[in-house]
């Protein structure tokens, strides 16, 4: 997930409920229910297997509104089940038709056709109702999102991976990847653990470009970042790096000098590279490098060119790492 989201994120963005969960006492014996005590149990399990599973709106609402419900008025329920089944059915074409009509002017084929069909799954009648009435705002903005998915020209990914930059792994490596991030973004914490795993699995099969992105309104994230790149010039910006993830709350001047010597760099030399503002264009020019490639948030990585999803799943971008890897037979 990234830090800042677009509209048409907004617009797909799943409603999540927290659902109570009931425990027994250590101890005591469980009550045997009788036959209409378990007829709500047994509603909800129907209703929410044709509603869109467990996790969909339709679902979790139903589920609160069954605990009121007395056992007779659910067993009632239980009877009439196929009525309600049907009714679902109806509902969920509202749904079914604005994912059809979005696909079909975005393109079946693309990612976020596929994204619009997992997300919509959760959404009620009422909203995609909502959304139909709106459709020309919100396929524009999926449209959009669509652009910015589509993989970068060889000039770009090239432009984007070259350069005395921060890196691990060979400059001929089958499959590179660039990220874009910002010291004081939460996710970009996560995506940091995600680069120290690749590393660890993959070793010398992966190249590794770090790129800053540091947001406006992250006030210590710009110093951060020349800091990292003070770091980088004394060889010490992955120990720098995973410093200032693991203490993204103290990110101000006298913290940046104090991981500094703890890591044991020249400190001198580090605090003139601050004072002089020596690597501030550097940062600047990563950033308008973003630009160019539609970076909008953190963090954002690049594989090969290709957008990653979600950068912070190690598991779902190392099946992109070895999908990539098999095709160049590595």
């Given at each position: 997930?990234?830090?800042?989201?677009?509209?048409?994120?907004?617009?797909?963005?799943?409603?999540?409920?927290?659902?109570?969960?009931?425990?027994?006492?250590?101890g005591?014996?469980?009550?045997e229910?009788?036959?209409?005590?378990?007829a709500?149990?047994?509603?909800?399990?129907?209703?929410?297997k044709e509603?869109?599973?467990?996790?969909?709106?339709t679902?979790?609402?139903?589920?609160?509104?069954?605990?009121?419900?007395?056992?007779?008025?659910c067993?009632?329920?239980?009877?009439?089940?196929?009525?309600?089944?049907?009714?679902?059915?109806?509902?969920?074409k509202?749904?079914?038709?604005l994912v059809?009509?979005?696909?079909?002017?975005?393109g079946?084929?693309?990612?976020?056709?596929e994204?619009?069909?997992?997300?919509?799954?959760n959404?009620?009648?009422?909203?995609?109702?909502?959304?139909m009435?709106?459709?020309?705002?919100?396929?524009?903005?999926?449209?959009?999102?669509e652009?910015?998915?589509?993989?970068?020209?060889?000039?770009?990914?090239?432009?984007?991976?070259?350069?005395?930059?921060?890196?691990?792994?060979?400059?001929?490596?089958?499959?590179?990847?660039v990220?874009?991030?910002d010291?004081?973004?939460?996710?970009?914490?996560k995506?940091?653990?995600?680069?120290?795993?690749v590393?660890?699995?993959?070793?010398?099969?992966?190249?590794?470009?770090?790129?800053?992105?540091?947001?406006?309104?992250h006030?210590d994230?710009?110093l951060?970042?020349e800091?990292?790149?003070?770091?980088?010039?004394?060889?010490?910006f992955?120990?720098?790096?995973?410093?200032?993830?693991?203490?993204?709350?103290k990110?101000?001047?006298?913290?940046?000098?104090?991981?500094?010597?703890?890591?044991?760099?020249n400190?001198?030399?580090?605090?003139?590279?601050?004072?002089?503002?020596?690597?501030?264009?550097?940062?600047?020019?990563?950033?308008?490098?973003?630009?160019?490639?539609?970076?909008?948030?953190?963090?954002?990585?690049?594989?090969?060119?290709a957008?990653?999803?979600?950068?912070t799943?190690?598991?779902?971008?190392?099946k992109?790492?070895?999908?990539?890897?098999?095709k160049?037979?590595?």
């Amino acid at each position: 997930m990234k830090h800042i989201s677009n509209k048409a994120r907004l617009a797909l963005a799943t409603l999540s409920l927290a659902l109570a969960v009931n425990g027994c006492s250590k101890g005591q014996k469980p009550k045997e229910k009788p036959a209409s005590a378990t007829a709500c149990a047994d509603y909800t399990t129907r209703f929410c297997k044709e509603a869109g599973g467990e996790e969909s709106t339709t679902c979790t609402t139903m589920k609160s509104a069954v605990e009121l419900m007395a056992p007779a008025a659910c067993a009632s329920a239980l009877a009439n089940i196929d009525f309600t089944i049907k009714k679902l059915g109806e509902q969920k074409k509202k749904c079914e038709e604005l994912v059809d009509k979005l696909c079909t002017d975005i393109g079946k084929e693309t990612q976020t056709c596929e994204m619009v069909k997992t997300q919509t799954k959760n959404f009620t009648p009422d909203r995609c109702n909502m959304m139909m009435q709106h459709y020309a705002e919100v396929l524009a903005d999926l449209k959009q999102q669509e652009e910015r998915n589509k993989p970068l020209t060889p000039e770009k990914a090239a432009k984007i991976a070259e350069g005395n930059v921060p890196a691990f792994g060979p400059a001929d490596a089958t499959v590179t990847i660039v990220e874009f991030s910002d010291f004081q973004c939460p996710f970009c914490s996560k995506a940091a653990e995600t680069s120290n795993k690749v590393k660890e699995k993959y070793g010398e099969k992966v190249r590794f470009v770090f790129r800053q992105f540091p947001l406006s309104f992250h006030k210590d994230a710009h110093l951060a970042a020349e800091a990292s790149l003070a770091a980088h010039a004394q060889n010490k910006f992955w120990e720098f790096h995973d410093k200032l993830f693991a203490n993204q709350q103290k990110l101000e001047r006298a913290a940046l000098e104090g991981y500094a010597k703890e890591l044991g760099l020249n400190l001198a030399e580090f605090k003139k590279a601050l004072d002089s503002k020596t690597h501030a264009a550097t940062v600047d020019a990563e950033m308008k490098l973003g630009e160019e490639v539609a970076v909008q948030g953190t963090p954002t990585m690049f594989l090969n060119g290709a957008r990653i999803a979600d950068p912070t799943n190690f598991d779902a971008l190392s099946k992109q790492i070895d999908e990539a890897l098999a095709k160049q037979g590595s």
